[in-house]
């Protein structure tokens, strides 16, 4: 799309004053270091780009293009005020009709920029407007003749010029402005009893030529704000990447590499935060400390492979016996796994164990040198903190759900034990 059908310039970029880009796709980031890789004349915004642009430019452009309507009908009203002073009576009478045509025109292109459309019709808002805004100031001049008819043209085309220079648009709306004024002061200047055919062209080509200087500024001024806009979605784009890869950076750096769940240093951060923040309000937890037996004979008897294989199976059994998001299980040694349910009295948690339990029984997977069975089996330890007991660290209730699993170990595996005060003697 070339610079007459991309959006104008866009005066500020930031955060505070924009809503947030998109993330872009592959294809437009492509398309951004193509474009900011070449010349700065030859920028041209096209397709997603260039809607992007229009999407970010409009509350700026609308605001502006509010603010010049309403100071135009401001002025119109003042000049027709000292003109009612200043002027003769029938002076002032041949001034009214063709100035009453600017307000309304004014007053609905700045409502109809109050909220964005289309770019069709945003466009036909501001020409329509422009257009009769120019209109009734050069019919000023014209019905009133004498020395006003030269002066309310030149004035019209002064009025075009700062529209062109002011409103951030498009290109092609700034020639078709431009166009729109030279037009109506040649025909209104052949017209014009007071001088010669000559002099009307002299003078159109004379105001053509600030009206294509005033449009070729516009034009840089454009392709100025197309690549501020491209250096900011670069620096998104590439701010937004640096944020996904230290995202995925702590993520692994929380996460055990073999199994997907949370390793021992995030569980620990999980702990911490309970203790600190969320145990009043809870109140009840409860700790699992899972050990699956007899662990070297399978690594010894099948290979280290299928040990592997075998944590990463009971990684996934744990985690479906989640309760919900704020249960949390940790790889919390070689292979041991620690599970955090918060909110959890002893009869739930022992359930979730048992459940646990089970699950990796039926799972059926080889270890045909274990004490207990054929297949794999897991050992569980747990532990509880309830609202009426003694508000223990997270440290001690770690331990002593590593003491209740060492009781079940030493009753024979594949069970779940509960904490009591004789099972950290025994351990």
Same mark, same amino acid.
């Given at each position: 799309?070339? %610079?007459?059908?991309?959006?104008?310039?866009?005066?500020?970029?930031? +955060?505070?004053?924009?809503?947030?880009?998109?993330?872009?796709?592959?294809?437009?980031?492509?398309?951004?270091?193509? &474009?900011?890789?070449?010349?700065?004349?030859?920028?041209?915004?096209?397709?997603?780009?260039?809607?992007?642009?229009?999407?970010?430019?409009?509350?700026?452009?609308?605001?502006?293009?509010?603010?010049?309507?309403?100071?135009?009908?401001?002025?119109?009203?003042?000049? &027709?005020?000292? %003109?009612?002073?200043?002027?003769?009576?029938?002076?002032?009478?041949?001034?009214?009709?063709?100035?009453?045509?600017?307000?309304?025109?004014?007053?609905?292109?700045?409502?109809?920029?109050?909220?964005?459309?289309?770019?069709?019709?945003?466009?036909?808002?501001?020409?329509?407007?422009?257009?009769?805004?120019?209109?009734?100031?050069?019919?000023?001049?014209?019905?009133?003749?004498?020395?006003?008819?030269?002066?309310?043209?030149?004035? /019209?085309?002064?009025?075009?010029?700062?529209?062109?220079?002011?409103?951030?648009?498009?290109?092609?709306?700034?020639?078709?402005?431009?166009?729109? #004024?030279?037009?109506?002061?040649?025909?209104?200047?052949?017209?014009?009893?007071?001088?010669?055919?000559? !002099?009307?062209?002299?003078?159109?080509?004379?105001?053509?030529?600030?009206?294509? #200087?005033?449009?070729?500024?516009?034009?840089?001024?454009?392709?100025?704000?197309?690549?501020?806009?491209?250096?900011?979605?670069?620096?998104?784009?590439?701010?937004?990447?640096?944020?996904?890869?230290?995202?995925?950076?702590?993520?692994?750096?929380?996460?055990?590499?073999?199994?997907?769940?949370?390793?021992?240093?995030?569980?620990?951060?999980? @702990?911490?935060?309970?203790?600190?923040?969320?145990?009043?309000?809870?109140?009840? #937890?409860? /700790?699992?400390?899972?050990?699956?037996?007899?662990?070297? %004979?399978? %690594?010894?008897?099948?290979?280290?492979?299928?040990?592997?294989?075998?944590?990463?199976?009971?990684?996934?059994?744990?985690?479906?016996?989640?309760?919900?998001?704020?249960?949390?299980?940790?790889?919390?040694?070689?292979?041991?796994?620690?599970?955090?349910?918060?909110?959890?009295?002893?009869?739930?948690?022992? /359930?979730?164990?048992?459940?646990?339990?089970?699950?990796?029984?039926?799972?059926?997977? +080889?270890?045909?040198?274990?004490?207990?069975?054929?297949?794999?089996?897991? !050992?569980?330890?747990?532990?509880?903190?309830?609202?009426?007991?003694?508000?223990?660290?997270?440290?001690? @209730?770690?331990?002593?759900?590593?003491?209740?699993?060492?009781?079940?170990?030493? !009753?024979?595996?594949?069970?779940?034990?509960?904490?009591?005060?004789?099972?950290? #003697?025994?351990?």
């Amino acid at each position: 799309m070339d %610079n007459e059908r991309t959006t104008g310039t866009l005066k500020s970029i930031g +955060p505070s004053s924009h809503k947030p880009l998109p993330k872009l796709s592959p294809a437009v980031v492509g398309e951004v270091e193509r &474009l900011l890789g070449g010349r700065t004349r030859d920028i041209r915004l096209d397709g997603e780009l260039a809607r992007l642009f229009r999407e970010r430019s409009w509350p700026q452009a609308a605001k502006i293009i509010r603010a010049w309507m309403f100071w135009v009908i401001v002025l119109d009203i003042l000049t &027709l005020g000292l %003109n009612a002073i200043l002027l003769p009576t029938e002076t002032v009478a041949s001034m009214l009709l063709p100035a009453s045509i600017l307000p309304p025109a004014a007053l609905f292109t700045a409502i109809g920029f109050r909220k964005p459309h289309a770019f069709w019709l945003r466009g036909l808002l501001v020409l329509s407007g422009v257009f009769l805004i120019l209109l009734s100031v050069a019919l000023v001049g014209v019905n009133t003749g004498g020395e006003f008819y030269e002066r309310h043209l030149t004035i /019209m085309l002064f009025v075009a010029v700062t529209a062109i220079v002011i409103f951030p648009v498009p290109l092609g709306w700034a020639i078709t402005i431009g166009g729109s #004024a030279l037009g109506i002061y040649l025909t209104f200047q052949l017209r014009n009893p007071g001088i010669e055919v000559g !002099s009307a062209l002299a003078g159109t080509l004379f105001f053509a030529s600030g009206v294509v #200087a005033t449009v070729e500024a516009r034009r840089t001024a454009t392709i100025l704000a197309h690549k501020t806009f491209l250096l900011e979605l670069r620096d998104r784009s590439r701010l937004s990447d640096l944020t996904e890869i230290n995202a995925r950076l702590e993520l692994l750096a929380r996460t055990d590499p073999l199994t997907g769940v949370a390793n021992r240093r995030s569980m620990m951060e999980t @702990l911490n935060r309970f203790w600190n923040e969320d145990i009043e309000r809870t109140g009840d #937890a409860a /700790m699992l400390m899972c050990d699956v037996d007899d662990f070297k %004979n399978l %690594n010894d008897n099948l290979g280290h492979a299928e040990g592997d294989r075998c944590l990463v199976k009971i990684a996934g059994i744990i985690q479906s016996c989640m309760k919900d998001e704020t249960d949390q299980v940790a790889r919390f040694g070689g292979e041991e796994f620690l599970v955090f349910l918060p909110g959890c009295d002893e009869e739930q948690a022992r /359930m979730v164990a048992e459940k646990i339990r089970s699950r990796v029984e039926a799972a059926s997977l +080889p270890n045909p040198t274990s004490r207990v069975m054929a297949f794999v089996t897991v !050992s569980i330890g747990l532990a509880t903190l309830t609202r009426a007991g003694e508000r223990v660290p997270a440290e001690l @209730l770690q331990r002593q759900a590593d003491a209740a699993l060492y009781v079940a170990k030493k !009753s024979g595996r594949n069970c779940v034990m509960a904490y009591t005060p004789e099972s950290q #003697a025994r351990a």
